[in-house]
């Protein structure tokens, strides 16, 4: 984070920063920088950049933004109005753990002929979506706490042309290596048995240490990390909560880091939501809580499980809206392999407590009001966090304007329920298809506050079908030829 007495200097005596000074402050303040990296989020959620040599940087260029094409941008603007500007937000200075003498900003996107900052900007919408629910008088804070999971592995690779299509993953610690005769020491992990192993079944502890270390030296507060339930280098590393849209940034930096660290050691890091058959997925179950003048909305001493109402009918909204949710929060192909009974997937949508297999689970570790929360165990780290975190929060709020009833906790494992019993609770949808029409028929939550923008949405649900959808559905798969090559 950039320091205090530049911030002060920055927002306070703006007269006193000329173009030299303020290079000789960014140098006496942040170590001898000499680039600024400027960071900012596409439409389906992955950051780009570019860099800008320190003496470049000015008081102006801080308040104007820096130009670049939006038309290049995957969901941003047409080619005949490309010329977009980003703005730092210098609150987000950090120095870039991976490019030296280089500091890291994040950026809000701007359009330099209105003059106002972009509707389809993700970072955007998330603080919009957070004025908005100061501006409706419910709380004045929305804190989340994600729980992304990832795999690292030792290879990947894959292709698809018109005449053929594979892809090949590799781990030392994969079930399937048992009789590798390279490197092979044994201490596998068999399917479904990766959770808490220590070493050497754990190979990955010190990669995760640095990871842990890089992220602490970027000011992300880091509570655990743990290899996780499959086989083959599943993950975990649990930051600790924030408020929206400085979580939303932790977040980008968090996936920079481990990939950046993964590849520093000869591995790759991915966040895809069902890398691996027949073992667990990664999700990014994420707690959430409202509070207002310092106090936590969601605890009530007398309520069932310690939640209050307002929680109830947070939790409310999640489940009504959880289909559309699902256009946004789980919003690849690949998050559909995920969200299937019998990997520990969240699909039913119930809340619970205590109970994994529930959308919704309610934390029962501890009786502090501080900690009570809801956990939402549907999204995967595939999303774009700013319009998940977003998209969740209005769910929620609508839920609590609506007073939207969840029913009753279920208890009981779901998983175990007969089909005549499954058929009375609702699940989510089956194909990202399906999510996309469930967005299609209701967004209405979405609009409300001007947070999210029809311009966007049907940007989001036109990208999503014409670049992902159609081309998964007209290709081939591989196990199509097992099943009906002799037909």
Not at 21 to 44: S, W
Not at 196 to 217: G, H, K, W, Y
Not at 416 to 438: F, I, N, R, T, Y
């Amino acid at each position: 984070m950039i320091t205090k007495e530049v911030m002060e200097l920055i927002e306070k005596e703006p007269s006193k920063i000329r173009n030299g000074e303020f290079v000789e402050n960014l140098k006496r303040y942040m170590g001898n920088v000499k680039f600024v990296d400027v960071k900012f989020t596409d439409i389906p959620g992955i950051w780009q950049h570019f860099t800008v040599p320190v003496q470049e940087l000015s008081l102006s260029s801080l308040q104007e933004g820096l130009g670049f094409d939006g038309s290049s941008i995957r969901g941003f603007q047409e080619i005949n109005e490309s010329d977009m500007v980003l703005i730092p937000d210098l609150k987000t200075c950090t120095p870039d753990p991976f490019s030296d003498s280089t500091m890291s900003v994040i950026g809000n996107v701007k359009d330099p002929i209105t003059g106002e900052f972009y509707s389809k900007d993700p970072r955007f919408i998330a603080q919009k979506a957070e004025a908005y629910l100061k501006e409706t008088g419910i709380a004045d804070t929305a804190y989340c706490g994600p729980e992304l999971e990832f795999f690292i592995f030792d290879k990947v690779r894959f292709d698809q042309k018109e005449n053929f299509g594979y892809y090949y993953i590799d781990s030392a610690e994969g079930a399937w290596n048992t009789g590798s005769e390279e490197n092979n020491l044994g201490n596998k992990i068999r399917h479904k048995e990766g959770y808490f192993p220590v070493a050497p079944t754990d190979s990955l502890q010190n990669i995760r240490n640095q990871i842990v270390e890089t992220l602490m030296r970027v000011g992300i507060e880091v509570e655990c990390h743990h290899h996780e339930v499959a086989t083959a280098g599943q993950c975990e590393i649990d930051m600790r909560f924030s408020s929206l849209s400085r979580m939303a940034d932790q977040v980008m930096m968090y996936k920079y880091v481990i990939k950046n660290t993964a590849v520093m050691h000869g591995k790759t890091a991915t966040f895809m939501p069902k890398p691996l058959f027949n073992d667990n997925g990664s999700g990014m179950h994420t707690h959430m809580s409202l509070w207002k003048d310092g106090k936590n909305l969601f605890y009530d001493k007398k309520g069932d499980a310690l939640i209050s109402d307002t929680a109830r009918y947070y939790i409310g909204g999640l489940l009504e809206h959880a289909p559309a949710l699902c256009a946004i929060i789980a919003p690849t192909t690949n998050s559909y392999k995920r969200l299937v009974p019998g990997f520990e997937a969240p699909v039913n949508l119930v809340y619970s407590e205590r109970n994994r297999s529930a959308a919704v689970r309610i934390p029962m570790y501890s009786k502090s009001e501080k900690t009570k929360r809801i956990e939402f165990r549907t999204p995967d780290p595939s999303c774009n966090v700013y319009l998940a975190f977003s998209a969740m929060l209005m769910a929620g709020i609508d839920g609590i304007k609506r007073k939207i009833d969840p029913g009753k906790p279920m208890n009981a494992n779901l998983y175990a329920l007969d089909k005549e019993q499954l058929k009375k609770v609702k699940s989510v949808p089956s194909s990202l298809k399906e999510a996309m029409d469930a967005l299609e028929s209701d967004h209405k939550f979405l609009l409300e506050g001007n947070i999210f923008t029809k311009e966007l949405i049907e940007t989001w649900i036109d990208y999503k079908k014409t670049k992902e959808i159609d081309p998964v559905r007209l290709r081939p798969h591989p196990w199509e030829y097992y099943l009906y090559y002799d037909t």
